[in-house]
């Protein structure tokens, strides 16, 4: 059995996916028939405070793609990456019949959301998929910069 794992991310004023999460959620639609998970994860609490979770904005638009609602889970509290991984986890660790673990994310994102993912996954094999961040270049490397000094301070803390 595998479950795909989708990262919250922004969230415009008008309660939609901002451009981050909206490149997440369409890879998730490319990859759903490929992958045929039995089960999605949507991750993400109301972190603007806008009255609804990223988790719920994300299973609206997964199910307005035609993702069935009933393999769609939301995890609603999180508010970093930290938190994604650890509350992912206490939803899916008592069930080891899982033999595979993807996790979505933007591709600036990717090897710190790795790093959380594989501390608390310790037992199961995790497969990071990216999705590209449609942002000018000059954006995207402010956001790796912050990666790798996130990623450093990650090391000090779970290593």
């Known amino acids: 059995m595998s479950i795909l794992i989708i990262l919250g991310g922004p969230i415009k004023d008008d309660i939609t996916p901002d451009v981050w999460l ?16 039995d089960y999605i994860v949507v991750s993400g609490g109301d972190t603007r405070n806008l009255g609804k979770t990223e988790a ?34 206490n939803m899916v660790y008592h069930n080891e019949k899982y033999t595979k673990i993807y996790v979505l994310t933007s591709d600036f994102h990717s090897n710190r959301a790795k ?17 590209e961040t449609p942002i ?7 956001l790796k910069n912050k990666e790798i000094y996130l990623i450093d301070k990650l090391k000090k803390i779970l290593i």
Do not use: H, Q, W
């Not at 793609?65 to 991984?85: A, F, L, R």
């Not at 790093?115 to 999705?131: G, L, W």
């Not at 000018?136 to 402010?142: A, G, T």
């Open 22 to 37: 909206t490149s997440r959620l369409n890879k998730a639609v490319e990859i759903y028939p490929i992958l045929k998970p």
């Open 56 to 89: 719920y904005i994300m299973k609206e638009y997964l199910v307005k793609k035609n993702i069935p609602p009933n393999i769609i889970y939301c995890e609603p509290n999180s508010i970093n990456t930290v938190e994604n991984g650890k509350f992912t986890y």
């Open 115 to 131: 790093m959380i993912f594989k501390y608390y996954y310790k037992n199961f094999k995790i497969e990071m998929i990216e999705s």
């Open 136 to 142: 000018p270049k000059i954006e995207l490397d402010i």
